[in-house]
């Protein structure tokens, strides 16, 4: 399978293609399980007010973690983002697999919730898992387990749960070196590829909705040329 390209492909099908011990890093957003979509739009026919695809299905994250640690080499890590109501399940489920868990770092947004607005506070932050696989020291100085990212709003936002470019070239930078490949089974706008580009690595993932499909392959254009711009001027 080559690298630097994202496949329109369920993502365990996909992964059953590739050789064990053949990724170097996987930073990997899945279906946090909470039948997410948003319900502050005014228009709800916006593709942000759809439920997320699978955001529901155990199997499908259990299955997802188990291959994520056969393709992972000896001695690497993952990243894996859930959600606080769910986080037992994915940490169970990582450890079941054979991961090691090093941390649950927060990543402190800059918005919090609506929610229950009587109730319940508004939760600014998600949690992150750190996973290993066997034991993979980070690069560089050592960080706390608390990490503040700005949220991305507005006419950036192209995906209901997109991440921050800056927080995912973070992860990559501390658990990867130039070169290696950093794999997503769940893509969605392509963030991950284009943190692995800002970094000097190289990518592998996977979207199985046609129109994040889309939008990932637009944004990685737009970023390979730009690259392509700076390196002529």
Not at 167 to 196: M, R, Y
């Amino acid at each position: 399978m080559e690298t630097d390209v994202i496949y329109q492909s369920d993502c365990i099908v996909g992964m059953q293609g590739l050789p064990p011990h053949c990724i170097d890093l996987i930073v990997t957003d899945p279906p946090y399980l909470i039948s997410y979509k948003t319900n502050r739009r005014h228009d709800k026919t916006h593709d942000f007010c759809t439920e997320i695809l699978n955001d529901n299905n155990k199997q499908l994250i259990v299955d997802y973690v188990n291959e994520c640690y056969r393709i992972l080499k000896p001695n690497t890590a993952m990243y894996m983002f859930c959600s606080s109501k769910t986080i037992d399940f994915f940490k169970v489920t990582a450890e079941s697999a054979g991961f090691k868990v090093k941390n649950i770092i927060v990543w402190v947004k800059n918005n919090w919730t609506a929610g229950d607005l009587t109730a319940q506070f508004g939760q600014q932050y998600e949690p992150i898992l750190l996973l290993n696989k066997g034991r993979r020291t980070f690069n560089g100085e050592r960080l706390t387990d608390v990490w503040n990212f700005p949220r991305v709003a507005g006419k950036s936002q192209v995906h209901q749960n997109q991440k921050p470019v800056k927080l995912i070239e973070q992860c990559i930078l501390k658990h990867s070196n130039e070169g290696d490949v950093i794999f997503d089974g769940f893509l969605g706008s392509g963030t991950t590829a284009l943190a692995a580009i800002n970094t000097n690595r190289h990518y592998i993932g996977f979207e199985i909705d046609p129109n994040y499909f889309d939008i990932a392959n637009k944004r990685i254009f737009a970023a390979r040329w730009q690259v392509g711009l700076e390196e002529i001027q």
